[in-house]
T-cell receptor, first 113, second 111 residues
Framework: SQTIHQWPATLVQPVGSPLSLECTVE??????LYWYRQAAGRGLQLLFY??????ISSEVPQNLSASRPQDRQFILSSKKLLLSDSGFYLC????????????FGEGSWLTVV | QKEVEQDPGPLSVPEGAIVSLNCTYSNSAFQYFMWYRQYSRKGPELLMYTYSSGNKEDGRFTAQVDKSSKYISLFIRDSQPSDSATYLCAYLGGSARQLTFGSGTQLTVLP
């Protein structure tokens, strides 16, 4: 079976500090990978998606970046966090091109202070 | 106009009630629709997905798509306190086949 792991689960970071959130998927190969953000009381916003190693597409311009160094690894980063980066970050995956459902990890709560 | 509009709630019902959660969408080309359940501080969990028009039933849950009115619904029969969560409707589409979500409806089932 497939599982998705995301860490850290919770973090509190000062403004201007760097960020690295990591996500790995097990039990599948060549998945489509996604990073979503959910601000308090709001819906989910797609940030980045990747259809393969090194292939990253950004949906929303911001001070965040994403990388996919390995087939089943997806990393969300920032060099300098802003207060507005606070939120719930969710990694998700889908079976390659044919998959019709998307599965989410448990999420990472980020508070920028 | 948002692509997916969802009744924001919050919605509070007594245990055993039938719950109806609703969304409307704007693009008639949408075909795959999903319902996710999200407990507080957890990732969304896929409940059901449907393709095009019609009903799909899974236990106490029924998902319904009406393409003529661009309306999608989730019905929960015999609601339980454990059903208390935020329910998100979504469609699958776009260049990367990503999900576009409604804003979610917060449901509380009172014992």
């Amino acid at each position: 079976s497939q599982t998705i792991h995301q860490w850290p689960a919770t973090l509190v970071q000062p403004v201007g500090s760097p960020l690295s959130l990591e996500c790995t998927v097990e039990g599948t190969s060549n998945p489509n990978l996604y990073w979503y953000r959910q601000a308090a009381g709001r819906g989910l916003q797609l940030l980045f998606y990747s259809v393969g190693i090194g292939q990253i597409s950004s949906e929303v311009p911001q001070n965040l970046s994403a990388s996919r160094p390995q087939d089943r690894q997806f990393i969300l980063s920032s060099k300098k966090l802003l207060l507005s980066d606070s939120g719930f970050y969710l990694c998700a995956w889908r079976w390659g091109a044919a998959g019709n459902t998307i599965y989410f990890g448990e999420g990472s709560w980020l508070t920028v202070v | 106009q948002k692509e997916v509009e969802q009744d924001p709630g919050p919605l509070s019902v007594p245990e055993g009630a039938i719950v109806s959660l609703n969304c409307t969408y704007s693009n008639s080309a949408f075909q795959y629709f999903m319902w996710y359940r999200q407990y507080s501080r957890k990732g969304p969990e896929l409940l059901m997905y449907t393709y095009s028009s019609g009903n799909k039933e899974d236990g106490r849950f029924t998902a319904q798509v009406d393409k003529s009115s661009k309306y999608i619904s989730l019905f929960i029969r015999d609601s339980q306190p454990s059903d208390s969560a935020t329910y998100l409707c979504a469609y699958l589409g776009g260049s990367a086949r990503q999900l576009t979500f409604g804003s979610g409806t917060q449901l509380t089932v009172l014992p």
